[in-house]
């Protein structure tokens, strides 16, 4: 039997278009505004503000008369948060990534020692990597590293790379600098024949609510396989899963 969608509450559907709309504009904003980014008049849009606002979902400027988030919605974001684990929800989705891609995808986060995979699913095609989950791997050598590298505070990189040099002392170098610039402006990260001759690896951010990042998706194939162009198939998709995490975790676009 096909189970039957559960009935809501209409109004309350109708006056989270306002939340949304919120959400969406970024800012506190004048009441028309709000109505028209929800779809609705500004006579029908007031009464749900002031119910919102005598539960803190909403505040309103007394100065200006804007409407924004109130301290309600800020507690249950930060809640929403701190309750999310981002290793769990991406690693769902690696046997989908894997099998749209066509390759060995995984997780990396940065951990004592600098960029380590913690979940890999391997895809149809096998790839000759030796690689297991807590390998840690090159900041400068890898697709992985030089995401982290990018996005990572400056100190937690250099000692990342001290580390990987067994030196006392680290820099990166003006070419490296330049592509950690074009890095951060695609948010997309590649590189072939890194640590292994003949593979290509490709990778994307995923970043929470506090605009932080926190674990580079990763794909591994054969270079005659794995295109390293963000705008090939396997990139949009990489790049696609990541957007979505990173909206699960609450960043912003």
């Known amino acids: 039997m096909e189970e039957k969608e559960s009935r809501g509450i209409q109004s309350i559907e109708v006056g989270g278009r306002l939340l949304r709309a919120l959400v969406h504009l970024g800012r506190p904003a004048p009441l028309k505004d709000l109505a028209r980014e929800a779809d609705m008049t500004a006579a029908k849009a007031h009464p749900y503000l002031v119910s919102f606002g005598k539960l803190g979902l909403i505040e309103q400027d007394a100065a200006t008369g804007h409407y924004g988030l109130g301290s309600l919605a800020l507690q249950l974001g930060l809640i929403s948060l701190q309750q999310v684990d981002p290793i769990r929800l991406a690693s769902a989705e690696l046997p989908g990534l894997a099998r749209a891609i066509g390759q060995t995808v995984g997780i990396a986060i940065w951990g004592n020692r600098g960029p380590t995979f913690v979940r890999l699913e391997e895809g149809p095609t096998a790839v000759h990597v030796n690689m297991r989950h807590g390998t840690v791997v090159s900041v400068q050598g890898t697709a992985s590293g030089r995401l982290f590298a990018a996005f990572a505070p400056r100190e937690q990189v250099l000692e990342a790379l001290r580390l990987e040099a067994g030196r006392k002392t680290a820099k990166l170098d003006a070419t490296l600098e330049s592509e950690l610039g074009s890095i951060r402006e695609q948010r997309f990260a590649s590189i072939t024949n890194g640590t292994v001759a003949g593979v290509t690896a490709i990778a994307a951010p995923v970043f929470d609510g ?17 295109d390293e162009s963000p705008s090939a198939r396997a990139g949009k998709l990489l790049i696609g899963c990541a957007q979505s995490l990173s909206r699960r975790l609450g960043a912003r676009a």
Not at 211 to 225: H, N, S, W
């Open 210 to 226: 506090f605009g932080q990042m926190v674990l580079a998706l990763t794909a591994i194939g054969p270079t005659a396989m794995l």
